[in-house]
């Protein structure tokens, strides 16, 4: 029992600790938690990482269908209750607009239509904000869904 107890203290020594649902596990630089588009001020990174993952954070339902100036985002591995309380590993994409107040998503279209659109213009902060809107749609069987789109040209500014 004694011998148990050393190793543990010893790897805990040696290794920064979390707590996860399956107990401790070693905390890693090797795989990142997050991925965004934010300055590289470390100060404003932690201040928005701060704002997406807070009580701050809006419902991505309350800007369908509008014309919404992106400016950052932020998208990160997280896990949910799904239909019968069953964890479901989802991806958490947040749209923040040009006032930096963000809107969160668990929708894979958001996160597939927003990962498009960074392989197009890239990781940069899109400044003047780039004007979109989330569309939403439904299948045959029900379901919705949502995306990303380029809001109406009407909307756009001269660069």
Known sequence: ???NIEELSTEVEEHDIAISENGLRPVSEDKPVCEHNFP???DIQWE???????????KGREIINE??????????NT????????AVAVTKTVLFNGSDQPYYFYSKGVERSLRLLVSIFGKE?????KPIMIAQSNDSAGRTHYSIIRAPKSYETEE
């Open 125 to 129: 902060v899109f400044d003047p904000p």
């Open 40 to 42: 590289d001020n470390k």
């Open 1 to 3: 029992m004694a011998s």
């Open 67 to 76: 014309v919404f100036g992106l400016k950052y985002w932020f998208m990160e």
């Open 79 to 86: 896990t949910i209750n799904g239909q019968g309380g069953q």
């Open 48 to 58: 928005l990482m701060s704002l997406a993952t807070g009580s701050n954070c809006k």
